[in-house]
């Protein structure tokens, strides 16, 4: 990750802007006051760079949470805040180098609230989630220049890579995302997607409820392919294969197609080098066969003024409720020039959302943006309202 160790941090004074980097508020954490975050927006990209106050250095990065999908605009706002404020950077392992060429003509990379606001549905949609090197969403979206390909995934080398190429080949039929594949699935209008592939998905052995194979995921294919469209994992894990199998046969009417070391037109290099090993490659592909309702999602994120005093709130650290199908977890608290800032995880127990909440005197909102408009996160900000009444 890029970052910056520096001899000792400087405030600015909020809001700022240097080499066209906006730096507009900061908040301290209550209880870790070695900790701040320094909300900061690049080119729209809204995000926070976390500033961690060490022994005899600090460390200046992006914040986990928030951090935005292009990797060039993380190394513009640390080379901009520490001009901005005149730091004397111990070490880095931020380029200074211009934005690659390639990556200054994207317009593949979006971000939720673009599929949010109003779903393409003017072709047949694919998706591949966790694409890693791309090999085989470049091969799919070439291959099928009429087809919409939507790849997902959180590795930002990964994410770059395949943008580049997509500039390279010209094609105009891939769009990508950092979004968890989990929370996209349902805001995906019903009876639309051609394929949803899932390769070589991280098995998560010892954290099972990581998985992207799920009964929820599951429910959630089904209702977003067409008739006839295809849910398809390829593993190289005999116990993600095993798993995934009884996941899928557990429901009452399934379709389930099981190949063992099944040669598709293009591999991943993850896939080569299982095969240099030896291993088995496991695929199964359920085919749907229902036409699904069409997707209905009522409510919205609007907040009425909090019951609780600043204190109060500030208390909430640590805290969950739990509620029927889901939770609220009040994970930090930080203080704010005028309010309070929450770091939050909400929602369903296998897929939650993580966020910020800021509260003033003035109103209560997410930021830096919206959760995802699903079923669970609505459900979740609903008893978030409870909880700020008291």
């Known amino acids: 990750m890029p970052h910056l160790h520096i001899e000792k941090f400087k405030q600015i004074d909020f809001p700022k802007v240097c080499d066209e980097v906006s730096f507009n508020f900061i908040a301290s954490n209550v209880l870790h006051s070695d900790e701040k975050l320094i909300a900061t927006t690049v080119e729209g990209e809204d995000f926070f760079l976390l500033v961690k106050e060490e022994e005899n250095r600090s460390l200046l990065k992006t914040d986990k949470l928030t951090r935005p999908a292009s990797i060039h605009n993380v190394h513009k706002a640390l080379l901009a805040y520490a001009k901005a404020a005149g730091l004397h950077v111990i070490t880095s392992n931020v380029p200074q180098a211009p934005k690659n060429i390639h990556l200054q003509e994207v317009t593949a990379l979006k971000k939720i609230e673009y599929f949010a606001n109003e779903f393409p549905q003017d072709k047949e949609v694919r998706i591949e989630v966790g694409f890693g090197s791309g090999r085989h969403l470049l091969h799919q979206a070439a291959k099928n220049p009429d087809v919409l390909f939507i790849g997902l995934e959180i590795h930002r080398p990964s994410i770059e890579q395949v943008l580049k190429q997509s500039v390279i080949q010209k094609l105009d039929n891939l769009l990508v995302l950092d979004y968890d594949a989990r929370l996209f699935m349902e805001l995906v209008p019903s009876n639309i997607v051609g394929a949803v592939y899932v390769h070589f998905p991280v098995p998560w052995d010892k954290k099972p409820h990581r998985r992207v194979i799920s009964t929820s995921f599951i429910k959630e294919a089904r209702r977003v392919l067409k008739v006839g469209g295809t849910l398809e994992l390829r593993t190289d894990s005999e116990n993600y294969y095993a798993y995934s199998y009884e996941t899928f046969i557990a429901f009452d009417k399934t379709t389930l197609q099981i190949n063992k070391n099944k040669d598709i037109a293009i591999s991943s290099k993850y896939e080569d080098r299982w095969k240099k090993m030896e291993k088995n490659i496991y695929d199964v592909t359920m085919i749907n066969d229902e036409f699904s309702q ?84 609505l459900k979740a900000h609903k008893e978030l309202n409870k909880v700020l009444h008291g």
């Open 294 to 377: 069409e997707l209905a999602i009522e409510g919205d994120f609007a907040f009425t003024k909090p019951g609780l005093s600043a204190e109060e709130i500030i208390a909430l650290h640590n805290k969950t409720f739990r509620f029927e199908g889901g939770f609220i977890h009040f994970e930090r608290v930080y203080r704010l020039k005028e309010g309070v800032m929450l770091r939050l995880s909400m929602g369903s127990f296998d897929r939650p959302e993580h966020l910020y909440l800021i509260i003033n005197n003035e109103e209560v909102f997410y930021y830096p943006e919206y959760p995802l408009k699903s079923r669970s996160n």
